[in-house]
């Protein structure tokens, strides 16, 4: 029996997921890679086929991400849990460390690493998701989104599904961050700087899950009142969780204009304005503070610099 | 490894509790039991601790409530046989029952799953006369169960490979997520019907038989997912937009018509708020239906 599952969720995606699998594959030594085919209608069946090493798990239909995580962790048989995007990377040996991190702290509920982020190709672009390195209770940073944890870099004991459930299918786009929180809540976690993936970022136009940032986001504040009913937050006082909402919403704001003031240059307009829209209904004070739209403004003069040679060309 | 997996999702009821694992362990030789604690705040952990001497009964606790959906698919995250059934808390396995339903998916490997009768229990489990489903059509019943739920859900047994082809259970549809599987699983496989009772299925008592807010709920629900879900389906799209509106209108029939024996019933109980609410509850939630229905009866006394 394996000491850790792999499971790699992929929709219609044949020509990312052989690169997934083969890092999945060198990620460990005692490794069971589980691909769970949510439904695919091209032909990822048959690049399944001819990949070695798998678990290949048909989903006949089509069930989200979270969904395809469930059925990864029924069709699992060991005892750590491990989750990888079809588009991203596992380093070598990544499980290997993640593992003996559990030997350090065995009663962990999970274990997080470090992530290199990487362009539209999945090479790695120099910049790392910053993580600081942290352990024990992080229920609360991890509520009010200041650990940001990405699905490819996290180890999960599989025992803890069994004391919080599986991933919500309701919640698009942040059932993980929901299953983090719900383990965060019970257990101490553990979270390492050493980066064990590789996350290929989303941009505007890729039609990635990650794209929609703005929706994403604030799905997420929505969603975090739920979060604040769970009986650890209930029996904080009321201030506690007031702070904790309008922190969250603030820091949201900030990300919202900071990618857009990132993307601006490059056209990316619909992008800039749902984020910039969102941002204000979040929290209005705070979004249109005067920093927040000098950003904007020198990135929205940045792009008319940028496309004037563009347009004498 | 065992031969099938009894998955007991239990919340607050350790008095009943006993009788249910004790019934699963006989109902088939070899048997794997995974107890789903719900987050229970009663005794139920002390009573469970009788049987964990038994390699077979297995406990898990979840430590927050998860509804009756979600502790079932904990339960098949820990289990392991090819074969699942889901058993609740208070009703009963008649024995050696799970041995002749396996015996006869064995026997059949495209099925995905068999169900049979449940007698109907009193308030002790105690059997009645009475037994549920009266007819048990066989193999692809896609569009039956569409109609009416007709599958009582202690008796079916499931084959884990099939499920996992059509996805866990629904968490979000409390008090019909078993439909919602049987829908599922009839879209994509035939079913096998065993017409004897396996199982004693618990009614609730008297004062909770009566048109509740809950049942009112359920039967939104059962809207909702009827219009939202089950109609989507690829089977019912594929079949095109007059097998549709068909289904659609067998479903609100026959909702209408439950509603509107209720509501007699009462009547005739002399019940006059209950009938009331429940009549309105039918004109509200499918007012074609119920119209229809009224107008035909009333045609037909009229012609008497």
Redesign the interface.
């Known amino acids: 029996m394996a000491r850790v599952s792999l499971i790699i969720p992929t929709f219609s995606r044949p020509h990312l997921l052989p690169r997934a699998v083969e890092s999945a594959v060198r990620a460990g030594r005692d490794v069971e890679v589980i691909v769970v085919d949510d439904a695919s209608s091209d032909q990822t069946a048959s690049v399944c086929a001819s990949l070695r090493d798998i678990k290949y798990?048909?989903?006949?239909?089509n069930?989200g991400v979270a969904?395809a995580r469930?059925?990864g962790?029924?069709?699992s048989t060991s005892e750590f849990i491990a989750f990888l995007d079809d588009d991203d990377l596992r380093l070598p040996a990544s499980l290997e460390h993640q593992l003996s991190l559990f030997n350090e702290m065995p009663e962990a509920g999970f274990v997080a690493g470090g992530v290199l982020l990487a362009d539209q190709d999945c090479a790695p672009n120099g910049k790392a998701a910053v993580v600081r390195p942290q352990r024990g209770d992080l229920f609360w940073p991890i509520l009010e989104l200041s650990v940001h944890l990405i699905p490819g870099s996290v180890v999960v004991r599989?025992s803890c599904?069994?004391?919080?459930?599986?991933f919500?299918?309701?919640l698009a786009g942040i059932d993980d961050w929901d299953m983090w929180v719900?383990i965060a809540?019970?257990y101490p976690v553990l979270v390492d700087q050493q980066p064990v993936c590789v996350y290929r970022c989303a941009t505007p136009a890729s039609a990635q899950g990650s794209s929609a940032l703005a929706r994403h986001l604030h799905s997420a504040v929505k969603h975090q009142r739920r979060l604040l009913s769970?009986?650890r937050a209930k029996s904080e006082p009321y201030w506690r969780r007031r702070a904790v909402r309008r922190k969250t919403k603030r820091r949201i704001a900030d990300t919202l204009t900071w990618r857009a003031a990132e993307e601006l240059p490059h056209g990316a307009w619909q992008f800039a304005a749902s984020n910039f829209v969102t941002s204000v209904r979040l929290s209005p004070m705070w979004a249109l503070r005067p920093t927040h739209v000098r950003v904007l403004c020198q990135s929205f003069s940045n792009q008319k610099k940028l496309s004037r040679p563009d347009a004498r060309d | 490894m065992p031969g099938i997996s009894v998955i007991i999702a239990t919340r607050n009821r350790c008095a009943l509790l006993p009788r249910a694992v004790e019934s699963a362990r006989r109902a088939a030789t070899d048997v794997e039991i995974v107890i789903v604690d719900d987050a229970s705040d009663d005794q139920t952990a002390e009573v469970c601790a009788r049987w964990s001497n038994l390699q077979c009964v297995r406990y898990?606790?979840?430590?927050?409530r998860?509804g009756l959906g979600?502790?079932r698919?904990?339960g098949?995250?820990?289990s392991t046989a090819p074969y699942v059934t889901f058993l609740d808390d208070d009703d009963i396995r008649l024995p050696d029952s799970l041995d002749r339903q396996v015996a006869l998916l064995d026997a059949d490997t495209r099925a995905g799953m068999i169900y049979a009768r449940a007698f109907y229990g009193d308030e002790d489990c105690r059997p009645t006369d009475d037994f549920y489903p009266e007819f048990c059509p066989e193999g692809d019943v896609f569009w039956q169960i569409l109609v009416q739920n007709f599958i009582p859900c202690p008796t079916v047994v499931l084959r884990r490979a099939c499920l996992?082809?059509?996805?866990?259970l629904?968490?979000?549809a409390p008090g019909i997520e078993d439909w919602d599987l049987w829908v599922?699983m009839c879209?994509?496989f035939p079913v096998l019907a065993l017409e004897e009772p396996v199982a004693i299925w618990r009614q609730p008592t008297d004062d909770s038989d009566q048109f509740t807010s809950r049942s009112e709920r359920l039967r939104r629900l059962a809207r909702r997912l009827h219009r939202d879900k089950w109609l989507k389906?690829?089977r019912v799209v594929q079949a095109g937009p007059a097998r549709r509106r068909q289904i659609a209108k067998a479903f609100a029939r026959r909702a209408a018509q439950e509603m509107v024996w209720q509501s007699a019933a009462s009547l005739k109980n002399k019940q006059l708020r209950e009938f009331t609410r429940v009549a309105f509850a039918s004109a509200r939630l499918h007012p074609i239906g119920t119209s229809k229905i009224i107008l035909s009866e009333t045609l037909a006394s009229l012609q008497e």
């Open positions: 798990v048909r989903v006949d239909r069930q969904g469930n059925i962790v029924l069709a599989k599904f069994r004391a919080v459930g599986l919500n299918k309701r719900r809540e019970l769970l009986p | 898990v606790r979840a430590q927050r998860l979600g502790a698919n904990v098949l995250i820990s996992a082809r059509v996805g866990l629904e968490e979000d599922r879209e994509l389906l690829p």
